[in-house]
Every structure is written in structure tokens, then in C-alpha cells.
């Protein structure tokens, strides 16, 4: 069991950029979740997927950002027109319907310039 | 409104000694979980500890135990036997509902720094 991976896990872009992060959860979960972290803060919960139906969405989650989980398995998030607020940690979890925990990945971190 | 309070941004603890990071928490839910989960530098989130509301016993997971109070709603969370590798971010978080994947809170955290 590799855990939940994530890529890419640094990306720096400009401004008015679309960029787009890939979520890959433990083989067997069926549920997964998108979370942002800003400095010094901790994870905000922005969608949540059982399979491939997106369940919730937090309210920071603006018409710029869009999440799929196409055949229920890894995960894209993409923002579109990046602005500099966008700067954070991207985090995505992933679980068993029958357990409570997240297990998350490593993260990919944004820097808009 | 689901909200977690972590008041303690910082705190010190010898080697060796037990320390108690607090977490309280607000819902109107009678069904949730709380969790702790730990942050090092390296930026995982590492999972330590869970708490369903209906469990009658606190929680323990190795060095890790969680002091639940229901009736006042806290879950702190004490590290018995502290070592220098607990240094770290230690998030309070909340998911309302049953077992199902709902959304999660987390609080904004406390920083433990170990001392040797």
C-alpha cells in the first residue's frame, strides 16, 4: 500500500494561470477530499467525493474551482484564473466507507505569482 | 454552526514528561467524531487519534490518549512520555454525522516543541 500520493507537489504560476492538481487515494478507498491550508491555519475542507459522485462543497470552493473524480478513482482539482489568495497547500484525503479516518497525502503546494 | 477551538497556539513540554494539548468543540449534532491529527514540518498530515461521540470510553492509541468530556465538549488530547520527534503542528478536527464521510473542521492548531 503506496498511501495517497499527490502531483505535482510544488507548482509555482502566474496570475490569471489555470493550473491543475492530481489526487491518487489508497486503492480501496472509496471516499476522498479536497482540504486547502494557508499558513499558520489549519485544512479548510473545500469538496468531498463518495466515488465518483462529488457529495459537498464547501463554500470556498468559488466557480473558478472545479473538482472530478471521473471513474472513482484518482481525482483532479483545477483552478482557473489563479489570483495570489489562491497561494496555499492543497491537500487531498482519502477514506473506507466503514472507517472514520483520512489518510491524506503529502499535498501540492501553490505559489501564484 | 460546527466550530473547533484549539486556544493554545504554542506549547512546551520537557522530554520524557506528559503534556495535554486542548480542543473544544460546538455542534448540535448528536452523532460526530473528533480526531487529532499531527503536522511536522515535512507538511503530512499524520492521523493519531479518533473519538465517536458515542463511545463510552476515551480513546488511547499507543503514547496518544484523548480526554473526552462530553458534557463540557472537549477532546483534549495527551501525549504521554513526550520525545523530541512529537515536536510538531497538532490539529482538533470534527466531522458531524454518521459514519459517511461528512465534512471535516479542523481547529487552527498548537505547536508543540519538545525540549531535550
Known amino acids: 500500500d503506496t498511501g495517497v500520493s499527490q502531483d505535482p507537489r510544488h507548482k509555482i504560476t502566474k496570475r490569471g494561470q489555470n493550473v491543475t492538481f492530481r489526487c491518487d487515494p489508497i486503492?480501496?478507498?472509496?471516499?476522498l477530499y479536497w482540504y486547502r491550508q494557508t499558513l499558520g491555519q489549519g485544512p479548510e475542507f473545500l469538496t468531498y467525493f463518495q466515488n465518483e459522485a462529488q457529495l459537498e462543497k464547501s463554500r470556498l470552493l468559488s466557480d473558478r474551482f472545479s473538482a472530478e473524480r471521473p471513474k472513482g478513482s484518482f481525482s483532479t482539482l483545477e483552478i482557473q484564473r489563479t489570483e495570489q489568495g489562491d497561494s496555499a497547500m492543497y491537500l487531498c484525503?482519502?477514506?473506507?466507507?466503514?472507517?472514520?479516518?483520512?489518510?491524506f497525502g503529502p499535498g501540492t503546494r501553490l505559489l501564484v505569482l | 454552526a460546527q466550530k473547533i477551538t484549539q486556544t493554545q497556539p504554542g506549547m512546551f513540554v520537557q522530554e520524557k514528561e506528559a503534556v495535554t494539548l486542548d480542543c473544544t468543540y460546538d455542534t448540535s449534532d448528536p452523532s460526530y467524531g473528533l480526531f487529532w491529527y499531527k503536522q511536522p514540518s515535512s507538511g503530512e498530515m499524520i492521523f493519531l487519534i479518533y473519538q465517536g461521540s458515542y463511545d463510552q470510553q476515551n480513546a488511547t492509541e499507543g503514547r496518544y490518549s484523548l480526554n473526552f468530556q462530553k458534557a463540557r465538549k472537549s477532546a483534549n488530547l495527551v501525549i504521554s512520555a513526550s520525545q523530541l520527534g512529537d515536536s510538531a503542528m497538532y490539529f482538533c478536527a470534527m466531522r458531524e454525522g454518521n459514519t459517511g464521510g461528512f465534512k471535516t473542521i479542523f481547529g487552527a492548531g498548537t505547536r508543540l516543541f519538545v525540549k531535550a
Open positions: 486503492s480501496e478507498h472509496n471516499r
Open positions: 484525503a482519502s477514506s473506507q466507507q466503514s472507517q472514520e479516518t483520512q489518510y
